[in-house]
Nanobody, 112 residues
Framework: QLQLVESGGGLVQPGGALRLSCAGS????????IGWFRQAPGKEREGVSC???????NYADSVKGRFTASRDNAKNTLYLQMNSLKPEDTALYYC??????WGQGTQVTVSS
């Protein structure tokens, strides 16, 4: 069974940081491109970041310079380091693999 499980979300003050994890099971993550997505209440899901199987990364303009995606192939895990968080970053964050698997999401709330 191909699964992705996100973790690391939580409540953080504006300007704070969180690191999200996306752990894969049933397949090797580094064979696939992995995307991070988010969906805020009442809004459409949007792409945040993508890391290719070769390790190249792309980011949405809204998070460039603040978010960094990385891989730990030994742990079969992807990370999304989120710095300088803003209230508008509040959303349910998902990871998804290019073969079609999605995680269940982890909630990030940025509020004072």
């Amino acid at each position: 069974q191909l699964q992705l499980v996100e973790s690391g979300g939580g409540l953080v003050q504006p300007g704070g940081a969180l690191r999200l994890s996306c752990a894969g099971s049933g397949f090797t993550l580094d064979y696939y491109a992995i995307g991070w997505f988010r969906q805020a209440p009442g809004k459409e899901r949007e792409g945040v970041s993508c890391i290719s199987s070769e390790g190249s990364t792309n980011y949405a303009d809204s998070v460039k310079g603040r978010f960094t995606a990385s891989r730990d192939n030994a742990k079969n895990t992807l990370y999304l380091q989120m710095n300088s968080l803003k209230p508008e970053d509040t959303a349910l964050y998902y990871c998804a693999a290019s073969h079609g698997s999605w995680g269940q999401g982890t909630q990030v709330t940025v509020s004072s």
